[in-house]
């Protein structure tokens, strides 16, 4: 026997709760199905033995009123207000990011600062034309020697692909002109006295990590009416042509549940299309298929340091290290260790499921981990007492050639579906923050209720999410 629901929310993480907590403010009946045991996605907090970690470290800020009262409403006073400090390791040397004057000068010296200016005037006279790739786009705007040295080895990295690859979209969403040419080139003394943008340099933060938020939302919603069904993986979406009818799951006892208003779907787009029932046309599965992403594995090692950096995350440039980026866990809040004599740092590894790093024993994974923080030399690696490490897969979906092509294809179809909405990072495949992701299920509910609204328009490129406002 199947059970009626009025909206099925399928995904229990930031999109997929912030839809199903404001349904049911609206009096709406939700009914939420979570494959994981636990709540939050991408943006739960792991803990272990006290201690405390994010996968891939979120912060909570915001640009988007919206947004910015729904988590203020959800946390109240239990909200940090954090300083922010990040950046850049490459050859074994730490760069401000953005870079300062000084601190540029001091690592790159007068010699590279020219050479890095000749490379980027030759760019402007010969661009690479049309700009496709990831490669064209950084290196028209800051010049190959830039690019080489600074952007390639942690792009490549993050996607596991040649930036030649990757696709132009990336770099125009995420970078902006945030760029470390401007700064080196202020620091030889040409540019003017036009300030660059600077980024956010304090941010929210909840005392216990990010899961701290997205469980209390998922009580609420439950306190107001909403099922949360964890464990509960969707196997099978059924729809007529027209709209999803239900949504089954496969969770060893399986159930069917009939979709009266709507169906919010956060999970990966290529699942969702490969879970509709009857299946859409060839190439529509061929284009999910098509879509591709990247996984994280943290490797969070336990010290007995009380002191570390003072950064909350550093991102790893240096091709000596494997390692992308490390979290410092304790100067994100001070309550994520047990023992203020104790720190914990996270050690991220971008990885594809199935790859020799994934499917690597924590063991080896350790042993890894521990050479690279002493490579890196901002802690002891024989004050490493313990550890743990935690697998997250399809955390990053990947613009590749061809991928815009694919989503158009599979966004076509799913038009058809009228009481469909995809919301969130993964059901609308991008690489979007936690706040952009919210909005989109925001829009969504909007559109449920008759107005005229398309929460695919929320564009996270319309404004750089990171960049401090200021006066001109």
Not at 236 to 260: L, P
């Amino acid at each position: 026997m199947g059970k009626s629901a009025s909206v099925v929310v399928i995904g229990a993480g930031p999109a997929g709760l912030a839809a199903a907590y404001e349904l049911t403010k609206q009096g709406a009946g939700a009914v939420v199905l979570e494959k994981d045991s636990v709540v939050g996605g991408l943006s739960r907090t792991v803990e272990y033995k006290g201690f405390r970690c994010d996968i891939g470290g979120h912060r909570f800020f915001t640009k988007i009123s919206y947004v910015d009262g729904l988590w203020h409403e959800i946390m109240g006073q239990s909200f940090l207000r954090r300083p922010r400090l990040s950046r850049i390791y490459y050859r074994g040397k730490f760069y401000n990011y953005p870079l300062n004057v000084g601190n540029a000068l001091k690592n790159l010296g007068p010699l590279k600062s020219l050479a890095v200016f000749g490379s980027l005037i030759r760019s402007k006279l010969l661009p690479y034309r049309p700009e496709t790739s990831f490669t064209h786009w950084v290196s028209n705007r800051f010049g190959r020697r830039l690019f080489n040295m600074f952007f390639r080895t942690y792009t490549e990295k993050v996607w596991g692909i040649s930036c030649d690859r990757l696709s132009a979209d990336w770099a125009a969403q995420r970078i902006k002109n945030l760029s470390l040419t401007k700064a080196v080139l202020r620091a030889m003394g040409i540019g003017g006295k036009k300030a660059i943008a600077s980024l956010i340099d304090e941010f929210n933060y909840p005392a216990l990590g990010p899961g701290q938020l997205y469980e209390t939302m998922a009580d609420r919603a439950k306190a107001a009416g909403a099922e949360l069904h964890l464990n509960s993986p969707v196997t099978r979406i059924e729809h007529d042509g027209r709209k999803v009818t239900a949504v089954c799951t496969g969770d060893g006892q399986a159930r069917r549940f009939e979709v009266g208003r709507a169906a919010f779907s956060s999970m990966p787009l290529d699942e969702l299309v490969l879970s509709l029932t009857p299946p859409p046309p060839a190439e529509v599965v061929e284009a999910a298929r098509g879509l591709h992403y990247r996984s994280i594995l943290t490797v969070n090692l336990l010290l007995n340091q009380a002191q570390l950096v003072p950064d909350n995350w550093i991102y790893i440039h240096d091709p000596h290290v494997v390692a992308g980026r490390m979290q410092l866990y304790k100067n994100w809040s001070p309550q994520m260790v047990p023992d203020a004599a104790q720190s914990v740092i996270g050690m991220e590894y971008f990885c594809t499921e199935g790859d020799e790093l994934w499917t690597s024993p924590a063991e080896r994974l350790v042993e890894t981990a521990t050479a690279d923080l002493r490579r890196i030399g901002i802690a002891d690696p024989d004050a490493v007492f313990d550890s743990f490490v935690v697998r997250y897969p399809k955390a990053y979906p990947v613009y590749d050639e061809g991928y815009a092509e694919r989503l158009a294809t599979i966004r076509a179809f799913l038009a058809g579906l009228a009481n469909l909405y995809p919301v969130g990072r993964y059901g609308q495949f991008r690489y979007n923050n936690m706040d952009h992701s919210i909005l989109t299920a925001h829009f969504s509910v909007r559109k449920l209720n008759g107005e005229d609204i398309d929460p695919w328009s929320v564009n996270t490129e319309a404004e750089y999410h990171e960049e401090k406002d200021k006066a001109e």
